[in-house]
């Protein structure tokens, strides 16, 4: 029978984490997940034994301000998992969180094992089903789809934009145009989130895998894409444009694909945030999941 205990220190916290951790994706790096650790949330990870044996990690950590528990992180990474020696345990799991946990963005693999309620869609390209090549991509665009939007590109061509990569002061031109686009909606109107970016950004950028584009036109720094490659994916996390300026984000996702192409990336993992863009871009996508007790 198994017994679960809280783990509250950091330290052994990390420990457990890299123990369990397969290190797959972006997510399951610590670095970038604790950056997104606010001063609110205290560590309540919940470890499975067998015995002495530990079988299983649900790393949860406990909102001060809303008096309940999540996944370590919160919101804004995706893909969550229970690492556990056993899938076939997690209702277990589950079953020994303290009341009030909510967990968002549960990886799709989790669903085979128990019967989640359904979260939003994660947005993805598959780009080895085009054989690596946005030619091949933008051929399965329907025909007046791929006229017009070789049309737009050609028009922005004509005023003479330019590209810079890994500029970091653009950033701050990134949080302007977001808010300006998404208003009251932009994740960027919040103090804790812009510096949890810029830590990710940091981090990213000493090891070489930021991918920053800031798109000019006319001197002028119109729009920013902020993105992450790690283990052949590459993730697009944010960006920010001048809505004055036609066609600019079908620019900016256009550079993307075609950066990721460049860095040997396989997939490009466009999140889970609902745009009508991306189901016109002939993104694939998959269900993820949630908690709550």
Known sequence: MLKFITVTDEKRCKDLWETFNSKEILWDLWDFRFCFHKKNFSFNFILGLDGKNKVGLLPLVFDKNCDTYTYFGDTFPEQNKFFLRDKRNIKLFLENCPEDTQIYYI?????????????????????KK????????????????????????????????????????????????????????SDYNEGDFVS????????????????????????????????????????????????????????????????????????????????????LWNLDSERMYEFEK
């Open 107 to 127: 990886d799709s693999e989790e669903a085979k094992y128990y019967n989640f309620k359904q979260g939003d869609k994660r947005y993805f390209l598959n780009l």
């Open 130 to 185: 085009y054989g690596n090549s946005f030619e091949n991509y933008i051929k399965s665009f329907k025909k007046k789809h791929r006229k017009n939007f070789n049309y737009d590109l050609r028009k922005l061509r004509e005023t003479g934009y330019s590209i810079e990569y890994n500029r970091i002061k653009d950033f701050y031109k990134l949080v302007e145009f977001n808010k300006i686009v998404f208003g009251k909606d």
């Open 196 to 279: 949890s970016i810029e830590q990710l950004m940091d981090i990213a950028n000493k090891k070489n895998i930021l991918d920053m584009i800031s798109i000019e036109v006319d001197n002028n720094t119109e729009a920013i894409g902020l993105s992450i490659f790690f283990n052949n994916v590459y993730y697009v996390l944010s960006f920010g444009r001048n809505p004055e300026i036609k066609n600019l984000g079908k620019l900016l996702i256009t550079e993307q694909i075609k950066n990721a192409i460049f860095h040997n990336c396989n997939k490009i993992d466009f999140m889970s945030t609902e745009s009508n863009w991306k189901e």
